[in-house]
């Protein structure tokens, strides 16, 4: 008889908050979204990943609830899967987690319940950049809101959201970099990738995912009980009645090759690639969603909000348009449920970063889940001559 190989992957699952801002009344991961609870629908995540080694840290006196929820996300690999008392803290509870990782294990990942619709897409771009060589890995999305530096009141000043990004989990570690960084700890730190980083050690970045949100409090749970649902491209806050009132946009967008620059596509930067031309900066992928976006609601379209007698726009970026038209939507009772977007190009290659740019139009939605594909026309036409990019986009809107 075989015997299957030990996994060289560790996955720390962190159970042991309280959940004091949910208000729900238990321990957070062990709160239900739907029939199931958190950690159950992290567990679903962490076991569709990858084969590992599983440690659950529970908080004191729900070992047995979590060994439950375990079992039955487990299934016939339950021999690889613990559950381990945590700490009064986050760092005290991965690090009793790291105390039960199996000696042959060479990968740590430690992944926070509360982010509990985090798609096993997202612990697979987390192991590639290891399998690469790094050291650290956190995922990461781009902060979309105005950031300021306050004194109690008042405003200090403005911060450059370009230099910002917003962690989330799974975070993955080399194991010897992992615990050499908490046996040197001399703090508490906020996640396991400013502990390395503090150690000394480099953190690399990788796309993360909006459904991987965090659940903290009462409209987070609502969020993700929406998503769950029957009607999950709608957000929170709505009833059925209102789904039958949802609106469908289309919105097409078409520029040339030869701008100055670089190329920007999809709300990223493509370094060594022609730019398009344009009173913007030519991302025809962002301004087909605007369209799309407007056309729901009933509000004109991109010249009437983002014409060229508007300066403000010049040289502006993906992310500028579509945090304004959501204002625009929002203003005028809408919120974006979810968008289909098709590039027709000869280049760039998207493949390579396609959930990249999909976070990041994404992101500057609001977190409303965007989907992005690409074709090269098979040479025909305008852009398979690679004489420049085209785009159609659909967009489904709701009353809010």
């Not at 985090?118 to 050291?135: N, Y």
Request: net charge negative; glycine share 10%.
């Amino acid at each position: 008889m075989s015997i299957a190989p030990v996994p060289r992957i560790a996955i720390i699952v962190v159970a042991a908050g309280s959940g004091t801002r949910l208000s729900a009344g238990a321990p957070k991961a062990f709160v239900g979204i739907d029939r199931h609870t958190m950690l159950r629908h992290a567990l679903a995540g962490v076991f569709a990943a990858t084969r590992a080694q599983v440690i659950v840290v529970a908080p004191a006196g729900r070992e047995g609830d979590a060994l439950t929820e375990v079992r039955e996300a487990a299934g016939d690999r339950i021999d690889e899967a613990s559950v381990v008392v945590g700490g009064s803290t986050r760092q005290e509870s991965v690090a009793a987690g790291l105390r039960a990782v199996w000696p042959d294990v060479e990968i740590v990942l430690v992944h926070d319940a509360a982010r509990a619709l985090t798609p096993a897409a997202l612990f697979d771009r987390v192991l590639g950049a290891l399998d690469a060589g790094a050291s650290g890995v956190v995922p990461v999305l781009p902060v979309v809101d105005t950031i300021k530096r306050v004194d109690g009141e008042m405003v200090v000043e403005g911060v450059d959201r370009a230099e910002l990004a917003a962690a989330q989990t799974p975070q993955g570690f080399r194991r010897d970099v992992l615990e050499t960084a908490y046996r040197v700890a001399d703090q508490d730190f906020t996640d396991d990738a400013a502990l390395v980083a503090a150690a000394g050690h480099p953190v690399v970045t990788v796309a993360g995912d909006p459904a991987a949100f965090k659940i903290t409090t009462p409209d987070d749970l609502e969020r993700a009980r929406a998503l769950l649902g029957d009607d999950a491209v709608v957000p929170p806050a709505r009833s059925r009645s209102q789904s039958a009132s949802a609106r469908v946009g289309v919105g097409t967008d078409v520029h040339a090759f030869g701008g100055e620059g670089e190329l920007w596509l999809a709300g990223l930067s493509w370094p060594g690639e022609p730019a398009l031309a344009g009173h913007s900066d030519g991302d025809a992928v962002a301004h087909a969603i605007v369209d799309a976006l407007l056309a729901a609601a009933g509000l004109g379209d991109i010249g009437t909000h983002f014409g060229t007698d508007r300066p403000e726009y010049v040289g502006a970026h993906a992310a500028a348009f579509l945090e304004r038209t959501r204002a625009l939507l929002n203003a005028a009772g809408f919120d974006v449920g979810n968008v289909s977007v098709q590039i027709q190009s000869a280049r760039p290659k998207l493949a390579p970063r396609r959930a990249e740019a999909e976070a990041a139009l994404s992101a500057a939605l609001g977190g409303a889940p965007v989907a992005v594909s690409a074709t090269t026309t098979d040479g025909l036409g305008f852009a398979g001559r690679g004489e420049g990019v085209a785009a159609t986009a659909v967009a489904l809107i709701y009353p809010i």
